[in-house]
């Protein structure tokens, strides 16, 4: 007889932002991975928390050094800091919620700025113009990939778009960069068809009435009929989740 043939599992990560220790919680939590598995990051890995040069360092390593195949999405922090860089953005870099002080100081140092705290003088050039990133890190984030798909899902850092009634697959999706900024409840409610797993909206802000998992909390992981969802808040006095498919198992850095 010939042995089982060992269904690969696939490993989806959500919105770090910034949170190296939460990053480390949640990957002791995950079993061994072996050359047969998939870690899926959905992008969002910098801005509000500490520690974004700490975890852009660690997922490149991970891209390099775990013995599993790693897929880094962009998310929309990165696709904005890289217009930042482009053309200057000063709308995102500007208001203190986006976090971007704390990024800029997680790389020149500084303490993590307070909740309201603006740049200081002597910050303002490098923080609006984006130029404290390491040239490496820029060409990182522009060689992020879009989307993922395995046999088990589609992983996009913020959803699919609606036209004419139907859902895009990412691959028809123009410009691809809405891929990572879409924010519609529609898609939350109606889209039916293959398993879509993203990060980008707070599961909090989702209809709970919808949830198959944990309904009656709505910070949890957010599980609808055709939609996971698993931004728990990372670096927004949340966690961190990651969903190992198809089981259906649920990790958590708390």
């Known amino acids: 007889m010939y042995p089982a043939r060992v269904q690969p599992r696939t ?30 990051f959905l992008g969002d890995y910098v801005d509000r928390g500490p520690a974004s040069e700490q975890v852009v360092r660690v997922v490149r390593a991970f891209e ?4 599993c195949k790693v897929i880094t999405l962009r998310g929309n ?20 919620g986006n976090g971007c002080l704390a990024t800029m100081r997680s790389y020149t140092g500084g303490p993590r700025p307070e909740n309201d705290e603006l740049a200081r003088k002597d910050e303002v050039d490098a ?10 890190v820029v060409a990182w984030m522009q060689s ?35 891929l990572l900024w879409t924010r519609s409840e529609e898609f939350f409610r109606s889209y039916r068809g293959k398993r879509v797993v993203i990060g980008h909206t707070k599961t909090e802000y989702l209809p709970p009435e919808l949830s198959t ?30 969903v190992e498919l198809p089981a259906m198992k649920v990790y958590e850095s708390r």
């Open 144 to 178: 992020l990939a879009w989307w993922y798909e395995d046999e088990h899902a589609i992983y996009v850092h913020a959803g699919l778009l609606q036209r004419d009634g139907a859902f895009l697959h990412p691959r028809d999706t123009s410009p691809q960069t809405a």
């Open 11 to 40: 490993f989806a990560i959500g919105d770090i932002h910034g949170e190296i220790d939460h990053l480390r919680a949640l990957v002791a939590k995950l079993p061994l991975l072996n050359e047969n598995d998939t870690l899926v």
């Open 213 to 242: 998992y944990t309904p009656d909390d709505p910070l949890d992981l957010w599980a609808g009929e055709c939609v996971i969802a698993i931004d728990t808040g990372c670096g927004n006095d949340g966690f961190l989740t990651a």
């Open 127 to 136: 923080l609006f113009s984006g130029r404290f990133f390491p040239e490496d």
């Open 77 to 96: 922090h990165e696709d904005a800091w890289l217009r930042v860089r482009e053309r200057g953005w000063p709308e995102f870099v500007f208001p203190p």
């Open 64 to 67: 390099r050094e775990l013995g």
